[in-house]
């Protein structure tokens, strides 16, 4: 089945500065990419996906790249602030699972003002 | 808004036990998920469905059962319960196996084995 691996399972940064999540995974018949956000004692929630005809997607300070070819994506978090800090989890899936997502690990972002 | 909503928040539960997780979601959606959530290892996939009365294994699906007999409720079961199984348990929903339109989650049942 699908792996994905997440990195770093930790991240510090200023608030102002940018912060990247990065992502891999081993199904190369994936083809949906989606972010969420979990902040203490939350629910996750989605925050941005991408589909694998696109390369990259924007949504004000956050965006996601796509490399099939290496089969990794990213987050980029620009201008972060402290609300930014929570636990992201990068996701992937495709239609032999029916969809159903295969999580990463997880990585704690702390944004420190 | 589409709402899925977890019938208890907090459960405590003797080791033994045969327990019950109910989630229920409002708007129609085909799929319905049960993941564990424990830290450091993410949420990993219980076990899943695409239509009433149908279910699929997900990755760690030993010790557990799932229903659906309605469209809207998906049930988990654990058998047995047992300490390993303490853990934070997610119910999601999504609309439906032909295009992915992304998870609503619910807000969790937080289920300890004493």
């Known amino acids: 089945g699908e792996n994905v691996e997440q990195h770093p399972s930790t991240l510090s940064v200023q608030e102002g500065d940018s912060a990247v999540i990065k992502c891999t995974y081993s199904d190369s018949a994936s083809n949906y990419f989606p972010w969420y956000k979990q902040e203490l004692g939350k629910r996750p929630q989605l925050i941005i996906d991408i589909r694998s005809n696109v390369g990259e997607k924007k949504d004000q300070r956050i965006a996601v790249t796509l490399n099939k070819t290496a089969k990794h994506f990213s987050l980029h978090i620009t201008e972060t602030q402290p609300e930014d800090s929570a636990v992201y989890f990068c996701a992937a899936s495709n239609s032999n699972s029916g969809y159903a997502l295969n999580f990463g690990k997880g990585t704690s972002l702390l944004v420190t003002p | 808004d589409v709402k899925v909503t977890q019938s208890s928040r907090y459960l405590v539960k003797r080791t033994g036990e045969k327990v019950f997780l109910e989630c229920v979601q409002d708007?129609?959606?085909?799929?319905m998920f049960w993941y564990r959530q424990d830290p450091g290892l993410g949420l990993r996939l219980i076990y899943f469905?695409?239509?009433?009365?149908?279910?699929e294994k997900g990755d760690i699906p030993e010790g557990y059962s799932v229903s659906r007999e309605k469209k809207e409720r998906f049930s988990l079961i654990l058998e047995s319960a047992s300490t390993n199984q303490t853990s934070m348990y997610l119910c999601?929903?999504?609309?439906?196996?032909?295009?992915?339109?992304?998870?609503?989650f619910g807000s969790g049942t937080r289920l300890t084995v004493v």
């Open positions: 999601a929903s999504s609309a439906n196996r032909r295009r992915f339109y992304g998870y609503t």
């Open positions: 469905s695409y239509d009433v009365k149908m279910k």
């Open positions: 708007m129609d959606h085909e799929n």
